[in-house]
């Protein structure tokens, strides 16, 4: 009778595949990680250049906003439209907001020339009609949208970036940013000329 000789792989084998089969693994979920968060922040922008580019349309020629407290303007905003259908939601309590990529509610707030600021800009007052985009995001993501969006060429009539109150100089660095952005969660304003 002929024996088999059959034989299973040894500890050391499966050992060795187990980790080149985790480094693989681990190498997929850090790119994935990071598509992701490009994907975001990308979404961010484009968002951010819709409702800068619809809040002009809405107002061209106008001096100011019909209110400028966030708790009226964002109402009148919803209703003409200026946020894409997919940020704005309907909370479990019925309140509707408008909510970033980045998971945090999306404030504007409007202003007339020569008036102050509602949002975190530290009574900014400017001598033309301006506004604010206003984002609550958490270190991460606020030190890489900053980076990425406040740039007066890609948003012409960008006036200034506040982070958490204090207004930074354009363009920001990577540091200013991080120095900015120092808190788990941080409110950004991204300020704005009405007209460009």
């Known amino acids: 009778m002929a024996t088999s000789s059959r034989r299973g792989f040894s500890l050391t084998e499966t050992a060795i595949v187990l980790g080149v089969a985790g480094l693989i693994l681990s190498g997929v979920w850090v790119m994935v990680g990071g598509m992701r968060s490009s994907a975001i922040q990308t979404k961010f922008s484009d968002l951010l250049a819709v409702v800068v580019e619809n809040i002009r349309g809405t107002y061209v020629g106008k001096a100011s906003f019909e209110s400028t407290s966030p708790t009226k303007m964002m109402p009148i905003l919803r209703r003409k439209h200026v946020f894409p259908g997919d940020v704005v939601r309907k909370e479990s309590d019925g309140t509707i907001k408008v909510v970033s990529p980045f998971g945090g509610e999306l404030v504007v707030c409007g202003w007339k020339a020569s008036g102050s600021t509602k949002c975190e800009t530290a009574g900014e007052t400017l001598d033309v ?9 958490d270190k991460k993501d606020c030190i890489n949208a900053v980076v990425r969006n406040a ?8 006036l200034g970036v506040y982070i958490n109150g204090t207004k930074r100089e354009l363009p920001i660095s990577f540091s200013a940013a991080q120095t900015g952005c120092s808190k788990a969660s941080n409110i950004v304003d991204f300020v704005f000329r009405l007209l460009p």
């Open 129 to 137: 009609p301006f506004f604010a985009v206003e984002i609550a995001v």
């Open 151 to 158: 740039n007066s060429s890609l948003f012409p009539g960008l």
